[in-house]
């Protein structure tokens, strides 16, 4: 399943904060989404996954996402959203539970998403007793129970410290290689961007427009630590990023 | 920090950490309660204190032993707690209901903030001679009272903590496609509970008080009764009887409210 934007643009009140978005994001592949803060990332994602409703232009899923799929659009937020009074699994079962999902075919689905996030020894955890690593891998689990068509990740790794998100990233390029998924992927750390991004979509500050699309070719396996075009990619969008975000950065001073 | 400091004077830094988190210490409230005991007993014998003044509480536990073997002690008590309970969990039960959806709908929140708004000031014992009128002098106007004044208090403490409730949790519910309901029972309802108990530990002690000013008018048994009717013998004995028993009847209310907290809280940090 494709999902494509054509001429996307949104209003708080009067405030503009995407301007004329027009966007494919084709199956199977990871596209990265990088920008100054503030301008409109988040809002961008929330448009694509029908949580809110664009002020002008429209969104569309192209193709029907497969039968076994119980949510094609599933979000991973930045500060994960786990029930605090479910355990590991409870959090699992809870997007189970209202398709019907329940005793053994839930087990089944439960044991094995936790298995792939390598959160089997911990079902039993709340999520107070987990790091922030674990607990995203734990929300990385309950979207993969859903088996979606497409993940919005929005600034998935941005809470964890470095070490935790190196080995996270590992994680979803590992997931991604069994199963390629199809991702939108929100960032503002431009080395997630190059490692994870089939193609990276620079954006502007406020109101929000596609500077330039970046397409990269390496295969997710070979972009290891010191790949020479990785960081040759990084430095050329720190420059297209930098006088944006200085600029971002003087706007709100001003406000 | 100077250059001139001395290099071979050596001090331990100095702990300046601590306090400002209370932890529990078991006993010491009991001790407490012993302690003024003890010296009101001291007081009372010594002739320090008249018999006028305040009762021995010797005297006071000998009462209430005669109490006990009487059966009396039962008789009052089962009839006050049918009626907390009736009352009470009327009371809470509406007010749950209601402060949710408060919490919930932007009509019932507009329609009925500012009537709470208006209720919740108003005293109730004021308004039981018209709850006499409305529901007789019997039960009925005894578990209005009751019921109206755990409402209010309720009402607010749980519209409160469901506008506490993470929306970054509900916006999950609904990016998963839960139900309204699923994302109302599942989330909104657990992510509450915390302000919706602690609002029903004050709403149950406003009960108390409340059960015993209706009592006061035209009971025959009951808590209230017991201690209206010592009063106007001026009956320090029994008078204390009746207060150390609600007191004991709050505090084993808000132990229960409390072990209730730790099995169903225990997901909090
Ligand atoms: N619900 C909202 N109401 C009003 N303004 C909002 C709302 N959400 C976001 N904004 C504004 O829209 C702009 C873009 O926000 P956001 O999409 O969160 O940016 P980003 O994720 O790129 O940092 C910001 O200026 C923010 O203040
Ligand atoms: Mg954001």
Redesign the pocket.
């Known amino acids: 399943m494709d999902i494509r934007l054509s001429g996307v643009s949104h209003f708080?009140?009067q405030?503009e904060?995407l301007r004329d978005i027009s966007l494919e994001i084709p199956s199977g592949r990871i596209v990265c989404i990088v920008?100054p803060?503030?301008?409109?990332?988040?809002?961008?994602l929330r448009l694509i996954g029908g949580l809110e409703r664009p002020s002008a232009g429209e969104i569309h899923q192209l193709g029907t996402p497969p039968t076994d799929c119980l949510n094609p659009l599933t979000y991973i937020f930045q500060d994960f959203a786990l029930l605090p009074w479910r355990t590991v699994r409870g959090n699992v079962s809870l997007v189970l539970e209202d398709h019907g999902i329940r005793g053994k075919a839930a087990a089944e689905i439960i044991d094995d998403v936790l298995a792939r996030t390598k959160l089997s020894d911990f079902a039993e955890a709340l999520p107070k007793q987990l790091s922030g690593g674990m607990k995203q891998r734990v929300a990385i689990a309950r979207a993969l129970a859903v088996n979606p068509a497409v993940m919005l990740m929005d600034e998935p790794l941005s809470a964890l410290d470095s070490q935790t998100r190196e080995l996270l990233m590992d994680d979803l390029i590992a997931l991604w290689s069994r199963t390629p998924f199809t991702a939108v992927y929100?960032t503002h750390n431009l080395a997630e961007a190059v490692r994870l991004g089939h193609s990276i979509v620079v954006m502007s500050r406020?109101p929000?427009q596609i500077r330039e699309i970046v397409h990269l070719d390496t295969p997710l396996q070979q972009r290891g630590l010191g790949n020479a075009e990785m960081d040759e990619k990084q430095k050329y969008l720190w420059q297209l990023m930098r006088d944006e975000a200085r600029a971002a950065d003087a706007e709100l001073i001003d406000v | 920090m100077s250059e001139l400091s001395n290099q071979n004077e050596m001090h331990q830094v100095p702990f300046r950490g601590g306090g400002f988190a209370p932890t529990a210490r078991r006993g010491v409230g009991l001790a407490v309660f012993l302690l003024l005991i003890a010296l009101t007993e001291l007081g009372t014998q010594t002739g320090f204190i008249t018999p006028l003044t305040l009762p021995k509480p010797s005297d006071v536990l000998k009462t209430f032993g005669e109490l006990y073997s009487s059966g009396l002690l039962w008789q009052h008590l089962s009839v006050s707690l049918s009626r907390l309970l009736v009352g009470a969990s009327l009371g809470a039960s509406v007010g749950i209901a209601v402060g949710v959806m408060i919490g919930l709908f932007s009509y019932v929140r507009a329609g009925l903030l500012p009537l709470v708004a208006a209720l919740f000031p108003i005293p109730k014992i004021a308004l039981l001679p018209l709850f006499v009128i409305w529901f007789g002098i019997d039960e009925g106007s005894k578990y209005a009272l009751i019921a109206f004044g755990t409402f209010t208090p309720t009402v607010v403490a749980t519209y409160g903590a469901v506008d506490n409730v993470d929306r970054g949790l509900i916006r999950m519910g609904q990016s998963f496609n839960l139900s309204w309901w699923s994302i109302v029972r599942k989330i909104v309802l657990p992510g509450a509970m915390p302000g919706i108990l602690s609002g029903l530990r004050i709403s149950l002690a406003i009960a108390i008080i409340l059960l015993v000013a209706a009592e006061m008018l035209g009971a025959e048994y009951g808590i209230g009764a017991y201690i209206l009717e010592a009063g106007s013998l001026y009956d320090l004995e029994r008078l204390f009887v009746g207060v150390a028993i609600l007191s004991i009847l709050g505090v084993t209310l808000s132990a229960c409210i409390g072990m209730i907290e730790r099995r169903l809280l225990r997901w909090r940090v």
């Open positions: 708080y009140q405030t904060v920008g803060s503030g301008c409109g990332k988040s809002t961008l929100v406020r929000g």
